[in-house]
């Protein structure tokens, strides 16, 4: 009986973790590959880690820093994507305490610099993919969430992580407005996302430290799904046992999805993601097919087998 | 002096808009060359200086593009500028007959017609850039584009009445179609409404600069159901009582009532400047 007591929790497999064991393994050894990826600095010079199994094949061209950092869809700050390069150096971003709370073994409430002490950055090359129909292809650099999570030991009865970015209403002006959405910004992911090797908690781009506008100090890099989800600024990291709340879900449910997976065959009720356009591409060159799960799709598609994708776009 | 030449020029300005003049003459400012000299004739002239004035915004894109000034999203800028600046003059040719009956300028015309084809042809560069810029003439992926955005069917709307008041806009034009030519021109409300539909459909959520224009078009609109009323009221007066169906001798009615009132005269004149402001 005391033996059944103190065998922490999260010990427990869920049997689908173990069913699925070789194809977790498979996902971890993806991990690794991806890892030794090695970074492209050059914007012209086409990234040499091809490999048709890590989809990050030579084609991938890194967007130039300019366009990335005054293209930012930072709705906190403005809704002109040209402004937040500007107006975001009004937030503080140092000190900066991220939480890591909710059914956890071992909640966790560390500073950034001991999350990139603790846990090892690295270096990983992904498209990224607007719900407005523009993409990017960047060079972050960041801590996989899933070495976080694990550190925080889930409960077996969390399904879901819950993120949450700063309310910092005097630094932000349309929270301070309560402009168009219901702030502080929230997303979430099903812990099989979160874990996902390829879900990334960023904090540098460039190899310099995340600038602002684009979310520092903390912000969530889900490659396969629409950029909204890959929330900036974190504060707080909750595991749940039922999905969460999040922001563009509640504020249009029927135009942005909870899981907001980037599919061409399902469009915007208003527009088409059938194509996009790439940051920073000449007026001679047309827009480019946009992938199913932005190309992903051999890493990622099995969390969603069964999953009727229009329905749960 | 400065100031002098300054009000001089208003002066000669002045002359221009009332007609008693129709060229500023060069020589005024001291200017000899002859070159020049032509230039500020043939731009003295208000419908001339309107048309560079309405050709500056393209000419400001081509210099961006020439300089790769675009910003981070180059086509997306070309859709935003030549959209943003078709919407603008449509604005501008509905401000010109509300103006019209406010300052009781006569010749505004081939203002109206030179305002709205400068919105046809940024509309045309508008459109141009999606399907050859943004879609290089892929026909296909236009095709399924087009079925699967639906911010883009008010938009094209917009477009085809532009394109059909543009074709019907030479004198020829207004000869060719006759009463139906006022009709048909009509649809440049609906034009304005649809735009401003294509503006708000592709917006995620804040609509402050759709609804900027909006309230822009609205005002005109209210100003032409104003003048309408107006109109309405005026013809009323001069009608002595309420004609009942098939009292259809208008002619006689008409006569009746000038005879009859010496007011009557006056009213018909207002109505008449009316009637061609509309």
Known sequence: MKLFQ???????????????????????????????????????????????????????????????????NYYEFSFDKSEPAELARALKTEPWTLEVTGQVEHPLKLS??????????????????????????????????????????????SRFVAFTSIMAPELMPNQKSRKLLDWPYREGLRMDEALHPLTLLATGLYGKPLPAQNGAPLRLVVPWKYGFKSIKAIVRIEVLPQQPLTTWNQQAPDEYGFYANVNPAVP????????????????????????????????VAELYSGLDLKRYF | MPIQETLRFLNEFQAVLRKKQTQIDPLTFGITSP?????????????NFCLVLSLLPGLYLWVLIQFDALGPNPVEAFHLFTGIWSLRFLCLTLLITPLQVVTSWRGV?????????????????????????????????????????????????????????????????????????????????????A????????????????????????????????????????????????????????????????????????????????????
Not at chain 1, 58 to 70: C, D, K, M, N, Y
Not at chain 2, 40 to 47: D, I
Not at chain 2, 244 to 257: C, I, K, N, V, Y
Request: aromatic share 10%; glycine share 8%; hydrophobic share 45%.
């Open chain 1, 268 to 299: 915007h009720p208003r527009w088409s993601q059938a194509t996009e356009r790439p940051l920073a591409s000449s007026l001679h060159e047309p827009r480019m097919k946009t992938q199913l799960f932005n190309g992903y799709g051999d890493q």
């Open chain 2, 35 to 47: 070159a020049i000299a032509a230039m500020v004739t043939w731009l003295s002239n208000l419908w």
């Open chain 2, 195 to 278: 735009s401003i539909l294509h503006y708000v459909m592709q917006l995620k959520g804040n609509l402050a600069d759709p609804l900027f224009y909006g309230l822009i078009i609205g005002l005109l609109f209210a100003s032409r159901i104003v003048i309408w009323i107006r109109n309405r009221q005026v013809t009323r007066l001069m009608i002595p009582r309420p004609r009942r169906l098939g009292d259809d001798d208008e002619e006689a009615s008409g006569l009746t009532h000038r005879q009859g009132r010496g007011s009557a005269a006056g009213a018909s004149k207002t109505t008449g400047i009316l009637n061609s402001r509309s």
């Open chain 1, 6 to 72: 103190s065998l922490p929790e999260n010990r427990v497999t869920d049997p689908k973790v173990w069913e699925d064991r070789r194809r977790l393994l498979q996902l971890m050894g993806t991990g690794a590959v991806l890892t030794a990826a090695p970074f492209v600095a050059s914007e012209e010079r086409p990234s040499s880690a091809g490999s048709g199994r890590m989809n990050l094949d030579s084609s991938l061209r890194v967007t130039p820093e300019f366009a990335t950092t005054h293209y930012n």
């Open chain 1, 112 to 157: 950034v610099d001991d999350l990139i002490k603790r846990f090892s950055p690295t270096e990983r090359i992904y498209r990224f993919r607007c719900v407005e129909g523009w993409s990017a292809v960047l060079p972050w650099r960041g801590i996989p969430l899933r070495d976080l999570l694990l550190a925080a030991a889930p409960l077996s009865s």
């Open chain 2, 109 to 193: 015309a081939p203002f109206r017609q030179l305002l709205g084809l400068t919105s046809f042809f940024y509309a045309a560069l508008h459109v141009w850039g999606y399907l050859s810029i943004d879609h290089a003439l892929i026909w296909t992926t236009i095709g399924q584009d087009l079925l699967e955005t639906p911010y883009l069917w008010p938009g094209l709307l917009a477009f085809l009445i532009l394109l059909l008041l543009a074709l019907s806009s030479p004198k020829q034009g207004k000869k060719l179609l006759g009463k139906n030519w006022k009709k048909l021109h009509r649809w440049i409300y609906v034009a304005a409404v």
